[in-house]
């Protein structure tokens, strides 16, 4: 069973740049997709990034493209996110999730099985 352990978030002024990490224990089998959500306070949870373990496709929700960087370890079995140029719409709370998933399901949260207990990131102006 897949265990997730997020890292790295923190504060930051608008137009920053911070590294979130994921440390995933147990094993990810082909198939397996790890990525990032997002939920600010009062709103649904969002797909913010997303790659496929065993391949080299990555995916973005269009409001973060081409300011965020979704990458892996697989020696460390670590998925990292880059967040460069932040903006206070940013904030929330940022979730990992992995899950069995076909590539029609990766931007939908409802097929991640396993998530870690999130890391607030928080940008000021």
């Known amino acids: 069973q897949v265990h997730l352990v997020e890292s790295g978030g923190g504060l930051v002024q608008a137009g920053g740049s911070l590294r979130l990490s994921c440390a995933a224990s147990?094993?990810?089998?082909?198939?397996?997709?790890v990525g990032w959500f997002r939920q600010a306070p009062g709103k649904e949870r969002d797909f913010v990034a997303s790659?496929?373990?065993?391949?080299?496709?990555?995916y973005y929700a269009d409001s973060v493209k081409g300011r965020f960087t979704i990458s892996k370890d697989s020696a460390k079995k670590t998925v990292d996110l880059q967040m460069n140029s932040l903006l206070p719409e940013d904030t929330a709370v940022y979730y990992c999730?992995?899950?069995?998933?076909?590539?029609?399901?990766?931007?939908?949260?409802?097929?991640?099985?396993?998530w870690g207990q999130g890391t607030q990131v928080t940008v000021s102006l």
């Open positions: 790659l496929k373990w065993n391949g080299g496709s990555s």
């Open positions: 999730a992995a899950g069995r998933l076909i590539t029609s399901e990766i931007r939908n949260g409802r097929g991640y099985t396993t």
């Open positions: 147990g094993s990810l089998y082909s198939g397996y997709a």
